[in-house]
């Protein structure tokens, strides 16, 4: 089992920057890729970016292409998601989430929130204009 724990969310005016971060726990041995997704109030859960298990590659959903950074370090089991020149459609629950079978950072986005078989319980961001 693996445990995921965000934090970093908060409120910001549009144009501003947060950093989330997810640490993981339990099974961190696991070569597998990690990701965050979002949803906002009465949406579906989408995806956001994700970051292979070697931190090489990355994939992003089109909405954020350019403005959010998403990183990790394996020395610390911990996931970053540096968010940048936030709008207010960027306002949602943030989650962590990964998957056992999945490394790769497109093959994450490609699967999609319903594949993913960990989650941690989200972090709250909200961008004001």
């Known amino acids: 089992q693996v445990q995921l724990a965000e934090s970093g969310g908060g409120m910001v005016q549009a144009g501003g920057s947060l950093r989330l971060s997810c640490a993981a726990s339990?099974?961190?041995?696991?070569?597998?890729?990690m990701g965050w997704f979002r949803q906002a109030s009465g949406k579906e859960r989408d995806f956001v970016a994700a970051?292979?298990?070697?931190?090489?590659?990355?994939y992003y959903a089109d909405s954020v292409k350019g403005r959010f950074t998403i990183s990790r370090d394996n020395a610390k089991n911990t996931v970053y998601l540096q968010m940048n020149n936030l709008k207010p459609e960027d306002s949602a629950l943030y989650y962590c989430?990964?998957?056992?079978?999945?490394?790769?950072?497109?093959?994450?986005?490609?699967?999609?929130?319903?594949?993913?078989?960990?989650w941690g319980n989200g972090t709250l961001v909200t961008v004001s204009s």
């Open positions: 989430a990964a998957r056992d079978g999945i490394h790769t950072a497109q093959a994450m986005g490609l699967a999609g929130s319903s594949a993913m078989g960990y």
């Open positions: 339990g099974r961190t041995g696991s070569s597998f890729a």
């Open positions: 970051v292979s298990w070697t931190g090489v590659s990355t």
